[in-house]
């Protein structure tokens, strides 16, 4: 069902298949054959932050599950203690080397057009802070259930750097285009409880119940014949894919030079600098 464009990329093969469960450093998947569910953790220690192996890890386990005839939905979590993800990894972007670089922006690119357009049923279960990438990830799937007291949005304009207009269009897609120009500009995290009252995210449970909560939602998505179920997600979504699939090249090439800008790489030197200063307090 993913468009033709996306099935022209075949991912290098990272991830290990041990009858219903499938393992790799940074993620860890299990499969329930009789509900068609499968459980993907992601265990990239110590902030699920995306660098370029595990953006393929994870586009390469979504293409698995694709193929598996008996796998209809996926739950995305976090095994983190508190952390869905801290988004990109900024060292990706923090004095690069301009080859991984452009390689890691097609990685990012790759797996959200993947995540994005998968006929599977995905569901955020977004138990710990998920800012900019982290958001992105939980605004590609189709159903968002968040624990309370974290935050989620587009943080990016706190890091002196911009949003691509994929992860906007992403965002508008789900709040409205109004409250993402706010966002956007503001570098808007927003707490569990105003996620879900500006439609971020879809419900709200304990930590304790979100796996459960996460089932059940699922369960009604697989209910639904698959093909309808798919068809109808790509009837919503493909015309924003698209946008990125006629452009993906010049993205990339946009991003490296943003990037390599003295400006943006003394922002995200400070950006980190803060961040080892907060933890140090
Ligand atoms: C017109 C437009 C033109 C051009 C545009 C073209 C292109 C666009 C250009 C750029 C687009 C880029 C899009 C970027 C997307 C992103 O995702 S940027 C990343 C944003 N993420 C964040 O801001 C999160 C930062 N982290 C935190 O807030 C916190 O760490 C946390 C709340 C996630 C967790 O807090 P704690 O549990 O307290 O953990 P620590 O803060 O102590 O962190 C532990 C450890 O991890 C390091 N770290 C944290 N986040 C990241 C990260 N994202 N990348 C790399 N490293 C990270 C942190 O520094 C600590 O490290 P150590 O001190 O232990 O070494």
């Known amino acids: 069902m993913a468009s033709s ?82 988004g990109i990894d900024i060292l990706e972007m923090y004095q690069p080397n301009e080859e991984r670089l452009h390689n890691f922006w097609r990685a990012l690119q790759d797996m959200w057009l993947q995540l994005y357009m998968t006929p599977l049923a995905t569901i955020a279960a977004i138990n710990g802070h998920s800012p900019a990438g982290g958001c992105l990830i939980s605004i590609s799937c189709d159903y968002r259930i968040m624990a309370p007291n974290y935050t ?77 179920r798919a068809m109808s997600k790509q009837l919503m979504r493909q015309e924003t894919a698209d946008k990125l699939c006629s452009t993906q090249d010049s993205d990339v090439q946009n991003f490296v030079n943003f990037c390599l800008q003295d400006k943006v790489q003394q922002s995200l030197g400070f950006y980190l600098e803060q961040l080892k200063k907060r933890k140090s307090k």
Do not use: H
């Not at 499938?22 to 860890?28: Q, Y």
């Not at 709200?204 to 939602?217: L, P």
């Open 152 to 228: 989620i949005g587009l943080n990016e304009t706190l890091l002196g750097i911009v949003a691509p207009f994929w992860f906007k269009d992403a965002m508008c897609n789900t709040v409205g285009y109004r409250e993402t120009e706010i966002a956007l500009a503001l570098g808007k995290l927003y707490s569990t409880d105003e996620a879900l009252q500006k439609g971020l995210v879809d419900e709200v449970v304990t930590s304790e119940q979100i796996m459960e909560a996460a089932q059940r939602k699922m369960l009604e998505y697989v209910k639904i014949p698959n093909m309808a």
């Open 5 to 86: 464009i996306l099935r022209r990329f075949i991912p290098r093969k990272t991830t290990w298949m041990y009858g219903q469960r499938m393992m790799s450093s940074t993620i860890d998947v299990s499969v329930d054959e009789q509900t068609g569910i499968a459980l993907m953790k992601m265990k990239r220690k110590p902030v699920n932050s995306l660098n370029l192996e595990f953006l393929q890890d994870i586009r390469n386990t979504i293409v698995t599950l694709e193929q598996n005839k008996k796998c209809k939905g996926l739950i995305l979590t976090s095994d983190v203690p508190k952390i869905f993800s801290a």
